[in-house]
């Protein structure tokens, strides 16, 4: 039981990451209301994407000590989120380059969902 719950303690931690970072992609935009200039959404991601490989190290480090059984799909999610998010960084940002940004945050958020319903189902089997 304690392993389940540090299991969807990090993955809705990871969630939460996930949901901030598609925060400040989508702030890049000028259009919406909560826009904030480009350096300090920049700073933001910098900090999920650091927060991310944490998680993604900590998944690992749980995986091969503690015998929890995470799919390596699910470990990956953080290490290539994070790597996305800088290098869409590091790249000159463009509303295309934000569009792609927004898009794939969006489908790692649904797939680290699915996986986290999954767990909760088999919770409460």
């Known amino acids: 039981m304690e392993q389940m719950n540090r299991h969807l303690n990090m993955s809705l931690i990871q969630l939460f990451l996930l949901i901030l970072n598609q925060f400040l992609f989508s702030a ?3 259009l919406l ?3 904030i200039e ?3 959404a920049g ?3 910098l900090i ?3 927060l991310l490989m ?3 190290m900590k998944m690992m480090d749980l995986n091969d000590n503690n015998n929890y059984l995470i799919t390596k799909i699910r470990q990956s999610i953080p290490f290539i989120t994070s ?3 800088c290098g869409i960084m590091i790249m000159k940002i463009t509303d295309l380059s934000t569009i792609v940004a927004l898009v794939f945050n969006f489908v790692m958020v649904i797939i680290t969902l699915v996986f986290l319903l999954r767990d909760l189902s088999k919770l409460n089997n």
């Open 38 to 40: 480009e350096d300090v």
């Open 43 to 45: 700073f933001g991601v």
């Open 54 to 56: 944490f998680i993604g």
């Open 48 to 50: 999920t994407s650091t």
């Open 83 to 85: 790597i996305f998010s």
């Open 28 to 30: 890049m935009f000028p």
């Open 33 to 35: 209301p909560w826009f």
